[in-house]
């Protein structure tokens, strides 16, 4: 028997609003209400019916927000996108060990992704702007987790990134 191959990892410099793919991942807060970065451009250009869903998911689910390192979809509004996926990455910290939750932002982010069928999915380096991971970090376990995920039915991975900076550490670990 073959063994079943994992997706395709691709890296673009880019905005990840404007990513044609199934799912797009968003670097949310636990509040689930929206933010600066990546988030903010999601909810704007996404329109009002992700923060609609939003709201709903933390009325019926998230009374106290979403946990850091877990996930989950609502509708993507008039991005190219089907479904965006809301993680919440940590904050960087000088004194504790906080990867295995980066990690996890990146894994249940593709969990939801098989669950919702869904063959591409473009992720964000997430933590790595408001919340100061710095990139080199982020990038390999970025990489590191997916390379890692179980295959399934998501056939392509997207990594988008914002600048010249964030393109080099991802290139380094994709290799
Ligand atoms: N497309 C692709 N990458 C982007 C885009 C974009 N449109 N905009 C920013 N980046 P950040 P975090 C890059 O701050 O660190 C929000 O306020 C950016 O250069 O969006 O996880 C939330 O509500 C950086 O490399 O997310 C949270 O409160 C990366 O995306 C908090 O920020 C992630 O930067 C989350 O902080």
Redesign the pocket.
């Known amino acids: 028997m073959s063994t079943p191959e994992g997706p395709r990892l691709v890296l673009v410099r880019?905005?990840?609003?404007e990513q044609d793919v199934d799912a797009v991942v968003n670097?949310?807060?636990s509040s689930l209400l929206?933010?600066?970065?990546?988030?903010?451009?999601?909810h704007r250009r996404g329109g009002p019916e992700i923060l609609a869903e939003c709201r709903r998911l933390r009325a019926s689910h998230y009374g106290k927000g979403l946990p850091v390192g877990r996930a989950v979809a609502t509708t993507a509004g008039r991005l190219p996108a089907r479904y965006v996926i809301h993680t919440v990455?940590p904050r960087w910290s000088e004194t504790e060990d906080r990867s295995e939750l980066l990690a996890s932002c990146y894994r249940e982010s593709l969990k939801v992704a098989e669950q919702l069928q869904v063959r591409s999915v473009a992720f964000?380096?997430?933590?790595?702007?408001?919340?100061?991971?710095p990139?080199g970090d982020?990038a390999r376990i970025a990489v590191e987790t997916v390379r890692g995920a179980p295959p399934g039915g998501v056939r392509e991975v997207r990594f988008?990134?914002?600048?010249e900076g964030?393109r080099a550490a991802f290139a380094e670990y994709l290799g």
């Open positions: 880019g905005d990840i609003t670097a949310a807060n929206g933010g600066g970065g990546v988030d903010g451009a999601i990455g964000p380096a997430i933590s790595t702007g408001v919340y100061r991971w990139l982020g988008v990134v914002f600048d964030a």
